[in-house]
């Protein structure tokens, strides 16, 4: 085999070795490869937008013991300083830093309207009892549904396959214009009887726009680099979504999709001494010229028409857990540091916009071997949509008597029998967070409900959300209203 190259050398001569360099692009010229070190697009200020954060994190079994408040963007707000304070800060500075820059302070940033949180290994035995992996994701997803709500999230929907979990909050006041909620699936271990290894999706509209995430956890191993190019092809292939719009089944035809997980892509070529030297010093763009994934996308298209932000972080994998420390302790099984854990997103065509905000890892989160890595986004958004469900303003009800509504259910609503109404505290977070609940009266221009007044028995304010089986979402909310005692 060719030796690998030295400092400030192509990376061709090494390549080469497995592909002629750039032959993808010879033979499909059409399409383009990945794009690496990508901010997006630059959206007018005029156009309506919806910030998106997201996290892929390989829990290797762990259970969340930490503070996850900066790793969801939900960090405490910074008082912005007065002109006589920055003054002060600034001496200070100066007196500890000399002329040198000191530390960045950053003010609080914008909270993201939507989350989506994608983990893997819930358990760390591939082989682990369903009942474990269960157990870690209702665990989890838990913890998280308590940290966002006091933030105003709602669960919008989870998928689980075995031990990948992908997780999609949104903020309360999106949820009356999402539409078309699905979720999809894709195992890949044992040649796709097992699901250690797979990928999981969720997808929907929003403002006129489709979104999907897939959340993926491909093979793993230095030595299985043309593995993981099937499996990315499979899931590209195979991964597809089955809910009433007609246009939009697979990735590729959503206006934005996001795919993060860990893709176990490993640095090759290169010595573990030299790996640590460009740790050490951060010379992140020599690591990775010995990116598997780079070499994935240049030689055989993988995540073609896809874009990655730049990369300006150490490798994320391997650690020895509970430190912040690569793991050297087995000779005969070291796993040389590696950017297993990736985020990339792509637009439909070119009048969607996508802007990547932030690209980072969180190197103080240490329970696992890997360290989580974040994204944010804005995306441009369409136009409104009107809701498809309206209620009639509701003056106030009482516990213990019968509470009485009325509905008009709009043009383009697919109404089923199989539709329910659910009665909601407005500090709901998630849709199976109801009080009670009662199938649709019915799908016409003028409907009236109630609410039997044994399930009315506790004050609060409250609101109605009219769940469609069609598009899988609440299609119409009614404004709060409050219950009180007679």
């Known amino acids: 085999m060719s030796s690998s190259p030295q400092d400030g050398d192509d990376h061709s001569s090494y390549f080469g070795v497995h592909r002629r360099q750039g032959s993808f692009t010879k033979e499909f010229p059409e399409l383009p490869i990945l794009e690496f070190d990508s901010r997006g697009d630059e959206i007018s200020a005029d156009v309506p937008k919806l910030r998106i954060r997201t996290c892929t994190w390989n829990l290797a079994g762990k259970s969340p013991r930490d503070d996850f408040t900066h790793l969801l963007g939900i960090h405490p707000p910074v008082k912005v300083a007065t002109p006589v304070v920055k003054e002060f800060a600034d001496s200070l500075s100066e007196n500890l830093y000399g002329q040198g820059e000191a530390p960045a302070v950053h003010a609080e940033a914008e909270e993201a309207d939507v989350l989506a949180i994608g983990f893997q290994e819930l358990s760390s035995n591939p082989v682990a009892p369903v009942m474990e992996?269960?157990?870690?994701?209702?665990?989890?997803?838990?913890?998280?549904?308590?940290?966002?709500?006091?933030?105003?999230?709602?669960?919008?929907?989870?998928?689980?396959?075995?031990?990948?979990?992908?997780?999609?909050?949104?903020?309360?006041?999106?949820?009356?214009?999402?539409?078309?909620l699905d979720t999809s699936y894709l195992r890949l271990g044992a040649s796709g009887w097992w699901g250690n290894k797979g990928a999981v999706g969720i997808s929907f509209d929003v403002r006129g726009v489709s979104v999907c995430f897939v959340n993926s956890h491909l093979s793993p191993h230095d030595h299985a680099f043309e593995e993981r190019v099937r499996n990315y092809r499979q899931v590209l292939a195979d991964l597809s979504f089955s809910s009433v719009r007609t246009d939009v089944s697979t990735i590729l035809e959503h206006d934005y999709a996001f795919?993060?997980?860990?893709?176990?892509?490993?640095?090759?070529?290169?010595s573990q001494d030299k790996t640590l030297h460009y740790i050490e010093a951060l010379k992140w763009p020599k690591l990775l010229k010995h990116d598997q994934l780079r070499r994935a996308a240049h030689m055989s298209g993988a995540f073609s028409t896809f874009k990655e932000g730049k990369i300006e972080f150490p490798p994320t994998y391997k650690f020895v857990q509970g430190t912040d420390t690569y793991d050297m302790r087995n000779p005969a099984k070291i796993r040389r540091p590696s950017y297993c854990d990736r985020i990339l997103w792509r637009t439909r065509n070119a009048s969607?916009?996508?802007?990547?905000?932030?690209?980072?890892?969180?190197?103080?989160?240490?329970?696992?071997?890997?360290?989580?890595?974040?994204?944010?986004?804005?995306?441009?958004?369409?136009?409104?949509?009107?809701?498809?469900?309206?209620?009639?303003?509701?003056?106030?009800?009482?516990?213990?008597?019968?509470?009485?509504?009325?509905?008009?259910?709009?043009?383009?609503?697919?109404?089923?029998?199989?539709?329910?109404?659910?009665?909601?505290?407005?500090?709901?977070?998630?849709?199976?967070?109801?009080?009670?609940?009662?199938?649709?009266?019915?799908?016409?221009?003028?409907?009236?409900?109630?609410?039997?007044?044994?399930?009315?028995?506790?004050?609060?304010?409250?609101?109605?959300?009219?769940?469609?089986?069609?598009?899988?979402?609440?299609?119409?909310?009614?404004?709060?209203?409050?219950?009180?005692?007679?």
């Open 259 to 270: 795919w993060l997980g860990d893709f176990n892509f490993r640095i090759e070529g290169i």
């Open 133 to 180: 992996t269960v157990v870690m994701s209702e665990i989890w997803t838990s913890t998280l549904r308590k940290i966002l709500s006091s933030r105003d999230y709602v669960l919008l929907q989870t998928i689980r396959l075995q031990g990948i979990l992908l997780l999609c909050f949104c903020k309360s006041q999106h949820l009356r214009h999402v539409r078309n």
């Open 352 to 486: 969607k916009k996508a802007q990547l905000i932030e690209y980072r890892s969180h190197m103080e989160y240490n329970i696992s071997d890997h360290k989580p890595v974040t994204a944010v986004f804005e995306i441009a958004l369409g136009s409104d949509k009107e809701q498809f469900v309206v209620f009639d303003p509701i003056d106030r009800w009482y516990i213990g008597e019968n509470g009485y509504f009325r509905y008009s259910a709009k043009p383009g609503l697919y109404y089923s029998s199989w539709d329910w109404i659910g009665l909601f505290k407005t500090t709901y977070t998630s849709f199976s967070d109801y009080v009670t609940w009662l199938w649709t009266p019915g799908g016409k221009a003028d409907n009236l409900g109630c609410i039997n007044g044994r399930y009315i028995t506790k004050t609060g304010r409250f609101l109605l959300i009219y769940f469609s089986s069609e598009h899988r979402c609440g299609v119409g909310f009614s404004d709060p209203f409050e219950i009180t005692s007679v």
